[in-house]
C-alpha cells in the first residue's frame, strides 16, 4: 500500500518568514495530494490540494508544489502569522481522491509561529 | 448547509466491550469514510462507504465493521475493545468521485 513520509516532524519559524513542509510518497499511482490544517482539539481542514496532472497550485499564502518523477511535494506559506500555529498533514490517495482506499497521512508537522 | 456530525464526543469503555460510534454526513454528500487518530499520529484510514455497502477498506481487523444509511449516515462499530484501540476517530463525508473530504470533529475513545 501507500507510504506517505512527511518532514520535519516539528518547524519554528518568525512571524513574517516562510515555511516548507515536504512530503514524499510511495506509490506512483497515487494522484491526489491534499493539505490538512488541524488545530488543537478540532478537526482536520482541507487548504489546499494538487492533482497529479499539475506541478504547482497556489492560493494566497499558501502554494503546494508537486514533483511526480521523485514522489515529492512540498507545502510552502509566506508571510507566516500567529494564527498559521497548528498541526499540518499532508496525505496521497490513488484514484484522484475518489477512489475507495481512502487518505494515506503522513505523521504531521508541528508549526510555531514565533512572534 | 450542515457540516459532518459526530456523536458522542467523548466515551469512555472498558477492554472487551463494543463501542458504536454515529456520523452524519455533510448535506449533499453521499460517501462516508472512517479514520483512526492516535495522539501524535496522521490519521489512519478504517473503511469508506457507498451507497451502503463497504467499498474500501484500510488495514484493520474485522472487530471494526460499519454501516451506512439509506439518508447517508455512518456507524462503525468495535467489537472486543483493546488498549491501543484508544484514538480519536474521525469521520469524513465526500461526493463520490470528488475527493474533497469534510471531517467530523471526532469522537475521542478512551479504553481502560
Known amino acids: 500500500g501507500e507510504n506517505v513520509e512527511q518532514h520535519p516532524s516539528t518547524l519554528s519559524v518568525q512571524e513574517g518568514d516562510s515555511a516548507v513542509i515536504k512530503c514524499t510518497y510511495s506509490?506512483?499511482?497515487?494522484?491526489?495530494f491534499p493539505w490538512y490544517k488541524q488545530e488543537l482539539g478540532k478537526r482536520p481542514q482541507l487548504i489546499i490540494d494538487?492533482?497529479?496532472?499539475?506541478g504547482e497550485k497556489k492560493d494566497q499564502r499558501i502554494a503546494v508544489t508537486l514533483n511526480k518523477t521523485a514522489k515529492h511535494f512540498s507545502l510552502h506559506i509566506t508571510e507566516t502569522q500567529p494564527e498559521d500555529s497548528a498541526v499540518y498533514f499532508c496525505?496521497?490517495?490513488?484514484?484522484?481522491?475518489?477512489?475507495?482506499?481512502?487518505?494515506?497521512f503522513g505523521k504531521g508537522t508541528h508549526l510555531i509561529i514565533q512572534p | 448547509e450542515t457540516g459532518v456530525t459526530q456523536s458522542p464526543t467523548h466515551l469512555i469503555k472498558t477492554r472487551g466491550q463494543q463501542v458504536t460510534l454515529r456520523c452524519s454526513s455533510q448535506s449533499g454528500h453521499n460517501t462516508v469514510s472512517w479514520y483512526q487518530q492516535a495522539l501524535g499520529q496522521g490519521p489512519q484510514f478504517i473503511f469508506q462507504?457507498?451507497?451502503?455497502?463497504?467499498?474500501g477498506r484500510g488495514n484493520f481487523p474485522p472487530r471494526f465493521s460499519g454501516l451506512q444509511f439509506p439518508n447517508y449516515s455512518s456507524e462503525l462499530n468495535v467489537n472486543a475493545l483493546e488498549l491501543d484501540d484508544s484514538a480519536l476517530y474521525l469521520c469524513?463525508?465526500?461526493?463520490?468521485?470528488?475527493?474533497?473530504?469534510?471531517f467530523g470533529s471526532g469522537t475521542r475513545l478512551t479504553v481502560v
Open positions: 494538487i492533482r497529479s496532472n499539475v
Open positions: 469524513a463525508s465526500s461526493s463520490a468521485g470528488t475527493g474533497l473530504y469534510t
Open positions: 506509490d506512483s499511482a497515487s494522484n491526489y
Open positions: 462507504y457507498y451507497r451502503e455497502e463497504e467499498n
Open positions: 496525505a496521497a490517495s490513488m484514484g484522484s481522491g475518489g477512489g475507495a482506499d481512502g487518505l494515506t
